[in-house]
């Protein structure tokens, strides 16, 4: 079955730490994985897509198809960055499933 | 990316209305999506809205319940039917555009069933 997870409901750090929100998939085939972002009272947005491989706001996602992860990253946390986090997979008929989300804190 | 306007933003309905949740894209898209957000939860997959056919749903959603229209290429309804407290929750829409294969959202409709 085509499958998001995220272990983690609530991730609390301080500010200036590193941030690392795990995902894990199961998909046979290549995956195409997003993480999405959803700050209080907000529309949900595209944080990252692995086939760009940007960087937005500081986070980076990496596909590692061995483990079956597309984390999310970030070196130095900031308080503007508390909020939902999603991973999220198109699995074969095109449609986008969610994970069960983690919330990020991010302490002063 | 695509653009997303959906409407209304929140409501408060008594039990046994129904509302029609409306969206509309500002470009043409391959496909749309309806998703439901309950409290505190991640988002489920209710159907994808077919243009110019009927819609398909997930497990545990049905027509005569949540009935999807798409009319063209651009625009979407939902509508929640026969309403009780537990449909109580916010409805959003999605769509992938054909251009770069990404998925947009509308802001979504909060509803209270009352």
């Known amino acids: 079955a085509q499958r998001v997870t995220q272990p983690e409901k609530l991730l609390s750090v301080f500010k200036g730490a590193p941030v690392e929100l795990k995902c894990n998939y199961s998909y046979s085939g290549s995956p195409e994985l997003f993480w999405y972002v959803q700050y209080s009272r907000q529309r949900l947005q595209l944080l990252l897509r692995h086939i760009s491989r940007e960087s937005i706001k500081g986070f980076t996602a990496d596909l590692n198809k061995g483990e079956t992860s597309f984390h999310l990253k970030k070196p130095f946390a900031q308080e503007e960055d508390s909020a939902m986090y999603y991973c999220a997979l198109v699995d074969s008929s095109y449609k986008l499933i969610f994970g069960s989300g983690t919330r990020l804190l991010v302490r002063p | 990316s695509a653009v997303i306007s959906q409407k209304p933003s929140r409501d408060i309905c008594q039990r046994g209305t129904s509302l029609t949740i409306q969206c509309q894209v500002d470009?043409?898209?391959?496909?749309m999506f309806w998703y439901r957000q309950q409290p505190g939860q991640s988002l489920t997959l209710i159907a994808t809205a077919n243009q110019g056919s009927e819609a398909t749903y997930e497990s545990g959603f049905v027509i005569d319940k949540f009935p999807i229209s798409r009319p063209n290429l651009t625009f979407s309804t939902l509508t929640v039917s026969n309403m009780s407290p537990e449909d109580s929750s916010i409805y959003l829409c999605?769509?992938?555009?054909?251009?770069?294969?990404?998925?947009?959202f509308g802001s979504g409709t909060r509803l209270t069933v009352v």
């Open positions: 470009s043409q898209v391959t496909m």
């Open positions: 999605s769509a992938r555009s054909g251009r770069d294969y990404g998925y947009t």
